[in-house]
């Protein structure tokens, strides 16, 4: 019923910033929460942030906090993640979810199928 497509992967300096979108199409965008998570080669998937489906309130992996910011345009069914001061550390691929407001990934209902981010060192 939804259907989520992310954006804006690529290779960046340590330090540089990145601007991650997920534009969702299906069912009413502004009815779900939305979050956002990532995997590393060899690690398992890790929550990184998430907004609830107003904006108005925000949770983030203590990793990324002051780093990181989540934030969506109901108007136009998109969620970003600006990312900054990234490290080699953030370096994975990035998914955009739709489900219920958290942290644990079997909150969410519907997944993208990412976007890789790079930081070199």
């Keep these: ?8 992967g690529g ?4 330090g ?5 979108s997920c534009v969702a199409s299906g069912r009413t965008f502004s009815s779900y929460a939305m979050g956002w998570f990532r995997q590393a080669p060899g690690k398992e998937r890790e ?15 203590s990793s990324v906090k002051g780093r990181f910011t ?6 136009k069914n998109t969620v970003y993640l600006q990312m900054n001061s ?23 209902d519907y997944w993208g199928q990412g976007t890789q981010v790079t930081v070199s060192s």
């Design 11 to 14: 290779l960046v300096q340590t």
């Design 1 to 8: 019923q939804v259907q989520l497509v992310e954006s804006g």
């Design 70 to 75: 989540i934030s969506r345009d109901n108007a």
């Design 47 to 61: 929550f990184v942030a998430a907004i609830n489906w107003s904006g108005v309130m925000t949770y983030y992996a």
């Design 16 to 20: 540089g910033s990145l601007r991650l």
């Design 86 to 108: 990234l490290k080699p550390e953030d370096t994975a691929v990035y998914s955009c979810a739709a489900g219920g407001f958290g942290s644990r990934i079997d909150r969410y």
